[in-house]
């Protein structure tokens, strides 16, 4: 008998698990099911202000976990890769305040680069300063934010380490899994002192060669359709249009709207997985159903007259105290040379974020959204932004949060799953396309061993 996968979901994780079992055999037929019209889920780039290709949502992945890079090389795009032209970023309290240097995700190596930001008040350099000389912290409560509270104070927490990693998974790092972010959590696990164990890090780590970043020069799009093309030269069907209603058992196999199939792989967020599951397995459905997920958009605009104060900078991140609706903003014709504007050297194009979780926006209409972040972001940067251009990109729920103790969830559902059933995307180990392409090639693994078995 053929052994049959159907991978529900056609983002970058289902992509990527159906090529990563493609590539290895592990199976005799391989369908992608996606419910939309399109393939790459959050990878999503369109034409905007006379560039061909401006990114709608994330529009780069880290360079620096091999994971990445080792997709784009096995479908052909790493010659098409590109880094940023700047990375120097900031912090926006009051005014525009330089990263300063020797950041591990925000936490300290040093106290004299910090000691002379102007950031931090005196007050809040004086409370990070006396981290090395606290006991050890006890982080059985696994939340970020309360451990980074109690080794370095209020101010180091919010205008740094929150600011940094909130951005990256649109949290509230109060109510957020320590051990999610393994940076960090590594660091806490090894070292009484998170300063003296980041500054050892730095000090022993190989320096680091290469770019930070990279994207396809044509936007991230690009790759989740270079793993399509992959996977249909390997003999994968890919279906677009095609949402999956319904998923039952049959034996010791699956059935997919009445297709047979010996697994199935929903490479869906929690919230869409819960709904599938509802009948087959309704404790792992609840389960699901216990998950938070965060909406964002992000406003991007073109606008003229770019003050040379700004040159050379890559963007900004708003603290949470500060926040009113804009949680960052990136210039990205400043980012990404290739999208400069030929036609008009001083022209910019802004990518703005809005929302997180704790600060919804789904609410709010296009033109708010718009309204806002020229609002916003001409009074961070003291500009009459005039934008001859805007879109709005909603990303609705797209951000799974992973509360404190999101890996003993995990475990849970992984236990109460179906054996057959296999589960991959941001829900659940990492929201980063790297952690995404991880844990499908892990997920593939996994397949092609029971199919093996059997």
Not at 140 to 148: Q, T
Not at 291 to 300: E, N, P, S
């Amino acid at each position: 008998m053929d052994r049959r996968v159907i991978v529900v979901g056609g983002g970058i994780s289902g992509l990527t698990a159906a090529y990563a079992l493609a590539s290895r055999a592990g199976a005799d037929s391989i369908e992608v099911r996606e419910a939309s019209d399109r393939l790459g889920g959050k990878l999503r780039t369109s034409p905007f202000a006379g560039r061909a290709a401006v990114d709608e949502g994330a529009d780069a992945f880290l360079a620096r976990v091999p994971h990445g890079v080792e997709l784009a090389t096995s479908v052909g795009l790493v010659d098409a890769l590109t880094s940023p032209a700047t990375a120097t970023a900031a912090v926006w309290h009051r005014r525009l305040h330089p990263i300063p240097d020797g950041l591990v995700l925000g936490v300290p190596t040093g106290l004299a680069r910090l000691a002379r930001s102007r950031l931090l008040t005196w007050r809040g350099k004086l409370r990070a300063g006396i981290e090395p000389l606290l006991p050890r912290t006890d982080d059985e409560r696994d939340s970020l934010g309360l451990l980074i509270r109690s080794r370095f104070g209020d101010e180091v927490h919010e205008r740094l380490v929150d600011a940094l990693v909130g951005s990256i998974y649109a949290a509230d790092t109060d109510r957020t899994s320590l051990a999610m972010v393994p940076q960090l959590a590594a660091l806490a696990a090894g070292s009484r002192s998170l300063l003296i164990g980041a500054r050892r890090q730095r000090a022993t780590s190989a320096p680091q060669v290469g770019p930070v970043f990279l994207a396809p020069i044509g936007g991230m799009e690009v790759m989740a359709t270079a793993v399509a093309g992959a996977n249909r030269e390997l003999g994968v069907s890919i279906l677009v249009g095609a949402p999956v209603g319904e998923i039952a058992a049959d034996g010791d196999r699956w059935r997919v709207d009445g297709d047979a199939a010996d697994a199935v792989v929903l490479a869906t967020s929690a919230r869409e997985t819960a709904a599938l599951l509802a009948r087959v397995a309704p404790e792992t459905a609840a389960l699901l159903g216990e998950m938070d997920h965060a909406g964002v958009a992000i406003a991007t605009l073109a606008v003229g007259d770019w003050p040379q104060r700004l040159a050379g900078m890559s963007g900004y991140l708003v603290p949470k105290p500060d926040q009113r609706t804009v949680t960052a903003a990136s210039f990205g014709s400043q980012k990404w040379a290739h999208w400069a504007d030929p036609r008009s050297a001083g022209s910019e194009v802004l990518r703005i974020s809005l929302g997180r979780d704790g600060l919804p926006i789904d609410h709010l209409d296009d033109d708010e959204l718009i309204r806002r972040a020229v609002d916003e972001v001409g009074g961070h940067l003291d500009l009459d932004l005039q934008p001859s251009e805007a879109r709005v990109s909603r990303w609705p729920a797209a951000f799974p949060q992973y509360r404190p103790h999101h890996l003993r969830w995990l475990d849970r559902v992984e236990a109460t799953l179906p054996a057959g059933l296999f589960l991959c995307g941001a829900s659940y180990r990492g929201v980063g396309i790297p952690a995404c392409i991880a844990g499908a090639t892990s997920t593939a693994g996994r397949v092609a061993d029971l199919l093996g078995a059997s």
